[in-house]
């Protein structure tokens, strides 16, 4: 593709039928993954700790920049392997402690394993325990523990250890692993997830009892990005790294890969930096590693189920511009993040996007220009129509936007009003004369509600 066709300036055909395609292969992705992870349980001594990152139940990250991606796909990729598998939570004490939320639902870590045991369990899945890592004797993790007890959820123990994870040889002996409980699990394969870190040191940890037991266990990660078999500047895997840059995560190519293969594949810093220690653990624990690379570990076959590269492309360059503009509102807003702001404009000038380029941008700063620099909003349809919504005495733009992008849809009058102002102005009154606010304009839940 050209840069300005990359640019969001290509025909305009085009990229509406890149809009109404699907971009990813769902069914394909459930039977091809699923598949993948019981050949490498077989690998094994039909014994594997998957080590599962991401969301399971809402990764709508994936299916903004996979059209056709669902958000719960690897749930239901999990539920074709119930009988096989069972899931095994993880938690931090220090977070148990700390009462540490999570920025996306709002809710503490240890309410977070609470909900997704209950999430697991309704949909059939077994969950078999929960592993409270960096154990810290406190009243707020035996309370945690008593009331997963209580719920029939057995919980074990891992403890700190001096010089993790550089000591491998203290870590890899009876006073590192050793010392952690022995998390006792029953099924082929063990699904390790987490609100937060751990996993990988806790599959390391039950490979090292699972050895002492005489049982050849073996260890995999599944994670969805970055994708290792497409290019490292594809949009989708700049996208990820658009998700992360408040980690600072960087996708790069696997120098061990290929050393071993002669091919290129794609994994991120984090993972590539800890290879060589990962590596001397399992040549520790089992004799020799069975992988060559980071990307050897993984199980991903999301590269292997895009079927149509430009829907991905071009969603995927919308997902990183959607993600700068958050950090510039949130910037704003008086958040310190200067340093994110700059990693996604360099995102962006990698993507060869500029502000200004898209439809949208362009027709929200036209009405904002015709009602003298007001605020102004545009939304894009499936259909690659904008509807736009100026600020007025009773709605603000997002909201006036909101109802004509409605209107639209449902083939309306433009003209005709949805909540009449005598509607409106009673819900104003409540707002500035009991509520405090001194902004009357109704503001896009206000008109929902009203409508």
Not at 148 to 169: C, E, M, Q, W
Not at 356 to 370: D, F, L
């Amino acid at each position: 593709m050209e840069p300005a066709a990359r640019a969001g300036y290509g025909n305009r055909n085009q990229e509406e039928e890149q809009r109404m395609k699907k971009g990813f292969d769902n069914d394909k992705y459930l039977q091809m993954q699923s598949e993948h992870i019981r050949e490498r349980i077989a690998q094994f001594d039909n014994k594997l700790y998957l080590e599962f990152g991401g969301k399971l139940f809402d990764d709508y990250h994936a299916s903004r920049v996979l059209p056709g991606f669902q958000p719960d796909s690897k749930l239901q990729m999990l539920l074709q392997l119930k009988d096989q598998a069972e899931v095994v939570i993880v938690i931090n004490a220090e977070d148990i402690v700390s009462s540490k939320v999570r920025g996306d639902y709002g809710i503490t870590y240890d309410l977070d394993v609470l909900r997704l045991i209950d999430a697991f369990q309704e949909r059939g899945l077994f969950v078999g325990s929960v592993c409270v890592t960096m154990y810290t004797a406190a009243p707020e993790v035996e309370a945690f523990e008593k009331r997963l007890n209580s719920l029939g959820i057995r919980t074990f123990r891992h403890y700190k250890i001096p010089g993790y994870p550089n000591d491998v040889a203290r870590i890899v002996s009876d006073e590192g692993y050793g010392k952690n409980d022995y998390i006792e699990t029953s099924r082929p394969l063990v699904v390790v997830t987490a609100p937060g870190p751990g996993k990988m040191a806790t599959c390391l940890s039950q490979l090292y009892h699972e050895y002492k037991r005489g049982v050849k266990a073996g260890y995999a990660k599944f994670e969805t990005f970055p994708i290792w078999n497409i290019p490292l500047k594809h949009p989708v895997n700049l996208a990820y790294e658009a998700a992360t840059a408040d980690l600072n995560d960087v996708n790069m190519i696997d120098p061990f890969h290929l050393e071993a293969y002669g091919k290129t594949a794609v994994n991120y810093n984090r993972d590539i930096e800890i290879f060589p220690v990962v590596n001397a653990m399992f040549e520790l624990i089992a004799g020799k590693s069975p992988y060559h690379s980071p990307t050897d570990m993984g199980v991903n076959m999301a590269g292997n189920c895009i079927v149509d590269d430009a829907a991905c492309c071009e969603a995927s360059r919308n997902e990183i511009v959607r993600r700068y503009f958050k950090a510039l509102c949130d910037l704003k807003n008086g958040a310190q993040i200067q340093s994110e702001v700059y990693k996604l404009e360099l995102l962006m000038n990698q993507a060869g996007l500029t502000q200004g380029s898209r439809p949208v941008e362009q027709a929200a700063h036209a009405v904002s220009e015709k009602t003298g620099g007001a605020p102004a909003a545009a939304i894009e349809l499936p259909d690659g129509t904008v509807v736009t919504g100026k600020t007025g005495p009773l709605l603000g733009a997002a909201s006036s936007a909101l109802l004509n992008a409605l209107k639209k849809l449902a083939g309306i009058d433009q003209e005709l009003d949805l909540v009449s102002a005598a509607a409106i102005e009673p819900i104003q009154t409540l707002k500035t004369n009991y509520l405090g606010s001194k902004n009357p304009r109704l503001h896009t839940d206000e008109i929902l509600i009203a409508l």
